[in-house]
């Protein structure tokens, strides 16, 4: 009489449900499930009752997600699986949480005692069919937490990055450098080294060596402490104010300023709105550092783009718009969210440091140590829109001092200037104008400095010292005026306009336009810019003027690139210097080399060629490049080699994945299947490639995450991966070691039935690689390992019966198809499976 498939019995019971709303009593969530069913045909109660249903979740009337469930007659709720979560707002390790309490089966009603996850109540609804969950923090506002919470009793781990870089050529001393920065989590407390061996390649190629960190710090709430040797930079200030001088030296000591480590990012817009303009319904994806971040549709017309789900700082971003799969136009645009500096209760922002200037294993400083040192710096959140800032430090017996204002005047402007004096070196101020407008951006820069360089050290970026080269005893300044201006979705214009005055003399102009368009079918990029710059050393202190035009043609989607460009300019002895160069780039895929180039060039001097190599391995990435010189003939290169090594209690792994995430996972992949490629999914926008073996992740420090684990590319295998997901929290230098399993599988599709050949409903039948539940007519279908091809049966958590399959026998592609199973409890293994095909 009634359809027998579980989508006719769902459709029949949605339209019974409808009908049947107004007989129930109207308070629904006071009503049993029993109650509710009461109202039922007899005939539906098999579509009701231990079958599977598709239901929406709900916890504190938060969207949990669509699952799958069982409904007993003993009150309770059971979840098959969850369906689809795109739409909730909970994190994914949350779900997990609810998700493994809900598998064992929850009973309806009130929780009278041992409640988990302080769980008050817990309610079906058959007129909407929705699952309700209430907690204790049903009331609660979930934005009142600020602060994530570390990790419940810390974390422990080591990540070590290692890099190489090693350069020289013909009439060229040798220069190299090996770094070595290592982080460390015990408990809470995360322990830094950093350490350099290196040597220059000018007249000192001395081996130099030096320690650079060796600390330990401790993140609170709002703040953090630091204690033992160390460089004080910056850390936690919205705008460092700029100091004319070096930086302090390493230091013995202790530090304690304002931190965002723990600071939850709430969602809130960029400063500087974003907008594109569609000709039709398009899609935008927006880019950082080449990892899609986000994705949003966009209507036709200028549209302004939602940037509260963005990561919260200042960077820049990719934003591409597409139309009907079509590339449209790609531009660069910068996202402003200072983090968590607009909270009128929390208007100071501080770094103070003391101790003694020391050196540690180092060559590098001529003064002893003993020194005393201290500094201290501010922020100061006057308005919404004002910042002010304070520096002052006592560095080698000079005192520094700086204060600074920033004033951002509307959604688009800001301004900002600083004034800086340092005891025997000079005083310098600056002055800075930013403008966003629809379609480009205006930015104005004035700096004047009176300085005496001549006995100061400079420090590179990697925490070297040295002594400066080119030392200056004068007046310096430098103003310039830069303009960029989209003119349409494939073109704009940029120009500079700057005059300096000290180290180099007059004005500079440098004007371009850029163009995307398509040249024989293939995307293209144009570029034309002129150029007027004041003269140099390396033109002879004659102004540099010419003109470059240059064409950058991407050949198809598989990695193949051709440029070239022709211009001229003004030659190393003055002269005039016509050029011109062509390139050819490779991009590769699932190979050793990521990519390839080749470029040759012609001058007034001759012919100059070039080339470089990305590469990458299990245990190692780096780069290789060599050249010759169109001047003088000679040879040069160098080699830059990047590794990670990442130890977890007793596992480590050395990876060529090189990464500026705080923290790691380290995975062991056991696949029964071939030459298999999955990918690693972080929810906070990264993705990394995983194979069989030992693999390691970066992932986030501090916060709770959850790692999603699937195969590469749209051809999946016959094959499931368990888990298919895992979580992590670590503190800052933490690892954690996860094993994930790929099991060969096969669908096998039968009927349950019982000792009598009656249809038996709502019994889980549990694999290795997964698990399903049977029909009301008995017919199940789900996902069986080849390896370890048994089947348990149970029901309301007993076991049943079991049964070991012939993967090979009655199987159709990667489908096999077992008939009856009859259930019992002198259910052999394999007796029962070869009685059925006999009879």
């Known amino acids: 009489m009634f359809p027998k498939t579980p989508i006719a019995g769902a459709l029949a019971l949605i339209i019974c449900a409808g009908a049947l709303a107004s007989e129930t009593k109207p308070a629904a969530q006071s009503v049993s499930l029993l109650q509710q069913a009461e109202g039922l045909p007899a005939d539906f109660h098999e579509f009701f009752f231990d079958v599977p249903l598709a239901v929406r979740v709900e916890v504190d009337q938060q969207f949990l997600g669509e699952a799958m469930i069982l409904l007993s007659r003993d009150e309770r709720v059971t979840l098959i699986n969850f369906t689809d979560t795109r739409d909730s707002d909970l994190n994914s390790s949350e779900r997990d949480e609810w998700a493994a309490l809900l598998i064992q089966g929850v009973a309806l009603g009130a929780c009278k005692s041992g409640c988990p996850r302080e769980l008050l109540t817990v309610h079906y609804s058959l007129e909407d069919s929705t699952v309700s969950l209430v907690t204790a923090n049903a009331e609660r506002d979930p934005q009142a937490r600020q602060f994530h919470d570390q990790p419940e009793g810390g974390s422990v781990g080591l990540i070590v990055r290692n890099q190489l870089n090693i350069s020289g050529g013909q009439e060229q001393n040798p220069a190299g450098r090996y770094g070595l920065e290592a982080s460390a989590s015990l408990g809470n407390w995360t322990n830094t080294f950093n350490a350099q061996l290196s040597r220059m390649s000018g007249a000192d190629t001395g081996i130099k060596h030096a320690v650079h960190e060796l600390h330990t710090q401790r993140e609170l709430e709002g703040t953090f402490f630091r204690a033992g040797y160390f460089t004080p930079s910056a850390q936690g200030l919205t705008r460092p104010v700029r100091t004319i001088g070096s930086g302090p030296d390493t230091v013995l000591g202790m530090m304690y300023g304002s931190s965002d480590s723990l600071a939850i990012d709430n969602p809130k817009p960029s400063l500087y709105p974003i907008s594109v303009t569609a000709n039709r319904q398009a899609m935008v994806e927006i880019y950082r550092n080449g990892v899609l971040i986000n994705s949003q549709q966009v209507a036709s017309g200028l549209q302004t783009l939602d940037t509260r789900p963005l990561p919260g700082g200042i960077y820049e971003v990719e934003v591409r718009l597409i139309e009907d799969g079509q590339l449209i136009s790609s531009n660069r645009e910068l996202i402003y969210k200072p983090r968590n500096w607009n909270n009128p209760e929390n208007r100071w922002r501080y770094n103070l440091f003391a101790g003694r200037e020391s050196k540690l294993l180092s060559n590098w400083q001529e003064r002893d140590d003993g020194d005393l040192t201290a500094g201290a710096a501010f922020n100061f959140l006057l308005h919404p829109r004002v910042v002010l800032g304070l520096s002052a430090r006592q560095v080698k017996e000079q005192m520094q001092l700086g204060t600074s204002a920033e004033w951002t005047a509307g959604d688009r402007t800001s301004f900002y200037s600083s004034v800086s004096q340092t005891k025997g070196q000079g005083t310098g101020m600056e002055l800075q104008a930013v403008h966003q407008y629809n379609g480009g951006s205006l930015v104005l820069r004035h700096q004047r400095s009176w300085l005496d360089t001549r006995n100061t050290y400079e420090q590179l970026p990697d925490g070297t010292h040295i002594r400066q080269r080119n030392t200056y005893n004068g007046q310096t300044s430098n103003t310039s005026l830069a303009v960029n201006q989209r003119l349409n ?201 995983l194979r069989p073996g030992r693999n390691f992740i970066p992932v986030s420090a501090y916060k709770n995450g959850t790692v999603n684990f699937d195969f590469n590319g749209t051809d999946v295998p016959a094959a499931s991966i368990h888990p298919a997901r895992t979580t992590y929290h670590l503190n800052k230098g933490g690892v954690d070691y996860r094993q994930v399993r790929i099991l060969k599988t096969v669908t096998v599709m039968g009927r349950l039935v019982d000792a009598s050949g009656k249809p038996l409903k709502g019994h889980h039948v549990i694999n290795h690689a997964s698990r399903g539940v049977s029909e009301v007519d008995g017919f199940f279908s789900m996902e069986l390992s080849e390896k370890s091809p048994t089947l348990e049966v149970r029901h309301d958590s007993q076991l049943l019966c079991q049964f070991r399959l012939d993967p090979t026998s009655q199987r159709e592609n990667d489908v096999l198809m077992v008939g009856d199973l009859r259930c019992h409890p002198d259910t052999l293994a394999e007796a029962a499976y070869k009685s059925e095909k006999a009879s």
């Not at 034309?528 to 050393?537: E, L, M, Q, S």
């Not at 300019?569 to 050819?584: E, K, P």
């Not at 245990?619 to 490049?625: C, K, L, R, Y």
């Not at 040069?636 to 090189?658: I, R």
């Open 489 to 689: 979705s494939k073109s704009s214009v940029s120009a500079q306009v700057s005059h300096s005055e000290g180290y180099s003399e007059g004005l500079g102009i440098d004007l371009s336009w850029t163009r995307n368009a398509q040249l024989f079918g293939h995307n293209a990029d144009w570029r034309v810019a002129v150029f007027d710059r004041p003269g140099t050393v390396g033109t002879a202190d004659q102004r540099n003027r010419g003109v470059d035009i240059s064409l950058r043609l991407a050949l198809g989607s598989d990695g193949h690139q051709v440029s070239g460009s022709v211009g001229q300019r003004t030659s190393r002895d003055g002269g005039r210097d016509s050029n011109a160069s062509v390139s050819y780039r490779r991009d590769l895929k699932d190979h050793v080399l990521q990519s390839v180039s080749a470029t040759a060039s012609r001058d007034v001097y001759g012919t100059g060629l070039a080339g470089t190599a990305d590469f990458i391995t299990d245990q190692v990435n780096g780069s290789m490049h060599v050249q010759r010189s169109s001047y003088n003939g000679h040879v040069s290169g160098g080699l830059n080699l990047d590794s990670t090594l990442a130890v977890s209690g007793q596992k480590a792994v050395l990876s060529g994945q090189a990464s500026t995430r705080q923290a790691g996972m380290i995975i062991d992949v056991e696949s029964e299947v071939d030459d298999i490629q999955m990918r690693a999914d972080d929810l906070s926008g990264t993705s990394t490639t």
